[in-house]
């Protein structure tokens, strides 16, 4: 258990900080980021929305504080980063990195959900 615990979250470590990182990037506006986005054909204001999405999203998954709310920042950022994956290879631009960080975030969901298995066991034993 422990050693699951210990992949649960240096795996959501790792996804929450690169949504972190990706957020800033997107909030502030970094200029090769909206060149980026111009290319492709998006407007400004998508980019500001998903900045936000991504930041509330890192915090969902950071803090305990709803388990319905973490739910859905997974589901979240498995459709982001699906369309990632095929915006990036419909506009030939490199798309291995949300392909990576969509790894990454389901090893964190399944070791998320061998945490809360095992805390339910547990809990099962207690009360027995």
């Known amino acids: 258990m422990k050693t ?13 900080a690169f949504y972190l990182m990706s957020s800033s990037m997107y909030l502030t506006k970094a200029p090769e980021l909206m060149q ?18 991504k930041l509330l ?21 498995t459709f982001t980063l699906i369309g990632a994956v095929w915006v990036h290879v419909e506009t030939a631009t490199p798309f291995i990195m949300p392909l990576v960080v969509l790894a990454l975030l389901a090893v964190s969901y399944y070791f998320r959900m ?12 207690a009360a027995a």
Do not use: C, D, H
Request: no cysteine.
């Open 4 to 16: 699951t615990k210990i992949l649960y979250w240096i795996s959501t470590g790792l996804v929450s």
């Open 36 to 53: 980026g986005f111009a290319a492709m054909g998006f407007p400004v204001f998508f980019v500001t929305m998903l900045g936000m999405a």
């Open 57 to 77: 999203g890192a915090l969902a998954l950071l803090n305990p504080w709803s388990q319905t709310l973490k739910e859905w920042a997974y589901a979240g950022f």
């Open 114 to 125: 061998r945490v809360r298995r095992g805390a339910a066991l547990k809990m099962t034993m």
